[in-house]
């Protein structure tokens, strides 16, 4: 399968791998996909009192396609509010990356992945607020 | 003991799939060459040299293929490989006694041919029974006695699984067959010149064989067929009665030549390329089990071929492995590359949980590869393994001491 260079770029040198604290109050956690699905997406932002995402991070147990939707997520959300962030489609990321017909559902994936972070994060902001 | 010389360019990756396909011995092609010029004559024709001579050699490498597996040359037939081979095997027996009896029996780890040939017989009102192997991959015999009935006209087990490369117990499921009265058909394309095969003291009656394989060319192989007792099928292809009636068309000399040399050289170089396989493979599981954990050996290691490992990586996605092993051809155990996204049926088949399923390669070794292509290798699969495990969230909850099975995952 031939893969494009932006891909291939992602999987090698990903952005951001990493772990932020996932007790602390102004980080969202999402945890998406399944091991016996062969994909797996942690993802999480770190919000300022801004409003803006900091930081963000990634780890994916998944195929190069997967590995590279989720360094490219986390490169696209920073400095957005998570409003802006929230509306990043699956399709965006699968233009960007020429993900071939296959491998759309890791697009999908990520997607989910940053989705299920800002749904973290706004939970714990508004248990803090009660 | 046989001089392995490097065949690849440089500029190639190291080959580790010698299960897929094998590339040509530089003295079978040598062998096949003035076949395919001078000595090209029909081997059929009877009326001048030009047959005779191909003919020549074509009897010849009947010869070659049936001193490898303790056969007479008579009960040879040249096929187009091991597809044919087991589709003919299995269609043409159970076609020719279906009076008398309709069962087949087979397991859950054949390949794909085998399989589906099943799946057609059973559109066609035959019975079959797919028997499930044990957690090493090799079939039960307690499990097979059961199943064979005396309405049973076949047993068809592979000799070597091609992802596990695990050597199933042929001489004890020959005599179950004998006992029972069913014929015993092998599919042999990974076995053949890997391990010693003896149709007589295994109770072999029909034995597929593949050429490229075993360092011959494609497009050709063979089917053995007992004749004492005699085994009756029913061809695939009919026209000329060519092959005993069983495989009309005319013979492809050039392939047959390579195929009878590549059994010969086979022959010859297999104990000691057993052992040197043997130890090349040891040196690569050492090398990796001591710089990795959380390493699970698919498939009986004690059974089976030299020239096979299938190991999983746990944490690690085998496809995104592979991605990152560039310099290495292996395959994935799971099928990901393919526009399924299951993980191997065999894996599956030995209770190998599809999240480690997803994890697994295969690596085939062979007759070129060398001691420092296994270095290169061990290295190379370390550092991605390493790189891949430093971002896999499953490897940081494994080491948080968080059981993966105890989250509830979204299906998807």
């Given at each position: 399968?031939?893969?494009?260079?932006?891909?291939?770029?992602?999987?090698?040198?990903?952005?951001?791998?990493?772990?932020?604290?996932?007790?602390?109050?102004?980080?969202?956690?999402?945890?998406?996909?399944?091991?016996?699905?062969?994909?797996?997406?942690?993802?999480?932002?770190?919000?300022?009192?801004?409003?803006?995402?900091?930081?963000?991070?990634?780890?994916?147990?998944?195929?190069?396609?997967?590995?590279?939707?989720?360094?490219?997520?986390?490169?696209?959300?920073?400095?957005?509010?998570?409003?802006?962030?929230?509306?990043?489609?699956?399709?965006?990321?699968?233009?960007h990356l020429a993900l071939p017909p296959v491998k759309i559902h890791c697009s999908v994936l990520a997607e989910d992945a940053i989705k299920a972070a800002i749904a973290d994060y706004r939970a714990k902001a508004a248990q803090k607020s009660e | 003991m046989n001089a392995v010389t490097q065949i690849r360019r440089n500029d190639q990756p190291i080959y580790l799939d010698y299960q897929a396909t094998t590339p040509m011995d530089p003295r079978v092609l040598e062998a096949m060459m003035p076949y395919f010029t001078h000595k090209f004559g029909n081997a059929h024709s009877?009326?001048?040299?030009?047959?005779?001579?191909?003919?020549?050699?074509?009897?010849?490498?009947?010869?070659?293929?049936?001193?490898?597996?303790?056969a007479d040359e008579k009960e040879v037939i040249f096929t187009s490989g091991a597809t044919e081979s087991n589709n003919l095997a299995i269609k043409g027996v159970a076609e020719f006694y279906k009076d008398r009896r309709?069962?087949?029996?087979?397991?859950?780890?054949?390949?794909?041919?085998?399989?589906?040939?099943?799946?057609?017989?059973?559109?066609?009102g035959f019975e079959v029974t797919y028997l499930p192997v044990q957690q090493n991959g090799l079939v039960d015999l307690d499990v097979l006695r059961a199943a064979v009935t005396d309405k049973t006209v076949v047993v068809s087990i592979m000799a070597v699984n091609n992802e596990i490369g695990v050597i199933q117990p042929l001489?004890?499921?020959?005599?179950?067959?004998?006992?029972?009265?069913?014929?015993?058909?092998?599919?042999?394309?990974?076995?053949?010149?890997?391990?010693p095969l003896d149709v007589e003291a295994m109770n072999i009656d029909l034995m597929s064989i593949s050429g490229h394989k075993i360092y011959g060319p494609k497009g050709i192989g063979a089917l053995y067929v007992r004749r004492k007792p005699r085994v009756r099928l029913v061809p695939l292809i009919v026209g000329g009665g060519q092959?005993?009636?069983?495989?009309?068309?005319?013979?492809?000399?050039?392939?047959?030549?390579?195929?009878?040399?590549?059994?010969?050289?086979?022959?010859?170089?297999?104990?000691?390329?057993?052992?040197?396989?043997?130890?090349l493979r040891d040196r690569m599981l050492k090398g990796l089990q001591s710089k990795l954990s959380d390493l699970i050996i698919n498939g009986d290691l004690d059974h089976r071929i030299p020239g096979n490992l299938?190991?999983?990586?746990?944490?690690?996605?085998?496809?995104?492995?592979?991605?990152?092993?560039?310099?290495?051809?292996?395959?994935?155990?799971?099928?990901?590359?393919?526009?399924?996204?299951?993980?191997?049926?065999?894996?599956r088949a030995l209770g190998v949980e599809e999240e480690m399923a997803h994890t697994s390669l295969r690596i085939g070794l062979g007759r070129f590869t060398t001691e420092h292509e296994i270095d290169t290798a061990v290295d190379e699969l370390v550092r991605h393994v390493t790189k891949l495990r430093e971002m896999s969230p499953l490897w940081e909850m494994a080491q948080e001491g968080i059981d993966i099975k105890s989250i509830e995952w979204a299906a998807h």
């Open positions: 399968m031939a893969y494009s260079e932006k891909l291939i770029d992602h999987y090698e040198n990903p952005r951001n791998i990493g772990s932020l604290d996932k007790n602390s109050e102004d980080v969202g956690t999402g945890l998406v996909g399944a091991p016996a699905c062969g994909d797996v997406m942690k993802l999480q932002i770190k919000v300022g009192p801004d409003g803006l995402i900091e930081d963000a991070k990634f780890k994916t147990f998944g195929c190069g396609s997967a590995i590279a939707s989720s360094s490219l997520v986390t490169e696209w959300v920073k400095g957005k509010t998570i409003d802006e962030a929230e509306t990043i489609k699956n399709t965006d990321i699968a233009k | 009877r009326s001048h040299s030009y047959g005779w001579e191909a003919e020549e050699g074509v009897e010849k490498a009947r010869v070659q293929v049936a001193k490898l597996i303790g309709n069962h087949i029996v087979t397991t859950v780890t054949e390949h794909k041919c085998v399989l589906d040939t099943c799946r057609h017989l059973e559109q066609q001489a004890e499921i020959g005599k179950i067959c004998r006992e029972k009265g069913a014929f015993f058909h092998t599919d042999a394309a990974q076995a053949v010149g890997k391990i092959e005993r009636g069983f495989r009309s068309g005319t013979l492809p000399t050039p392939l047959c030549v390579g195929l009878g040399e590549a059994c010969e050289i086979a022959a010859k170089e297999m104990d000691a390329e057993s052992r040197r396989l043997t130890k299938n190991i999983s990586f746990a944490y690690v996605e085998g496809e995104s492995l592979m991605m990152g092993i560039k310099n290495l051809s292996v395959s994935s155990g799971s099928a990901c590359t393919s526009a399924s996204l299951e993980p191997s049926y065999v894996l």
